[in-house]
């Protein structure tokens, strides 16, 4: 299994992060391949969300369902996309965050900064 997919609004698998839903939204879908390693799966996340918002992205869905821990370094990449997102009108969307998920975006208070969304939509 791919640490880290770029899907289209409807689900179907995308080639990269060119493609994109045409309001701007782009979905990537994480695993804990993408979330935890320091190299190549932090590094391929890194790609992907610059891909995507110097494509045009505003907002960014971000489907953490198989992800058990946020690490430092994904929370660093998500406050970043956060900010670009925002600049342009946008929002990031953590979906399906596991309960590790949401306890460090509590302890850290970065809680309040994603809106969040059940897995499986």
Same mark, same amino acid.
């Given at each position: ?6 899907? &289209?609004? /409807?689900? @179907?698998? +995308?080639? #990269?992060? %060119? ?8 979905? *990537?879908?994480?695993?804990? &391949?993408? /979330?935890? @390693?320091? +190299?190549? #799966?932090? %590094? ?8 995507? *918002? ?11 369902? #198989? ?10 990449? *998500? ?43």
């Amino acid at each position: 299994m791919a640490a880290l997919r770029v899907l &289209d609004r /409807a689900g @179907a698998t +995308g080639a #990269g992060a %060119g493609d994109r839903p045409e309001d701007g939204t782009t979905v *990537l879908v994480l695993d804990d &391949d993408a /979330a935890q @390693a320091p +190299g190549r #799966g932090v %590094g391929a996340l890194r790609r992907e969300l610059g891909e995507a *918002l110097d494509g045009g992205c505003s907002t960014l869905v971000v489907d953490v369902s #198989g992800v058990d821990h946020l690490s430092s370094a994904v929370v660093a990449l *998500l406050l970043r996309a956060k900010r670009r997102c925002r600049a342009r009108g946008g929002r990031v969307v953590l979906r399906g965050p596991s309960r590790g998920a949401v306890e460090v975006l509590h302890r850290t208070g970065l809680a309040p900064l994603f809106d969040v969304e059940p897995a499986g939509r």
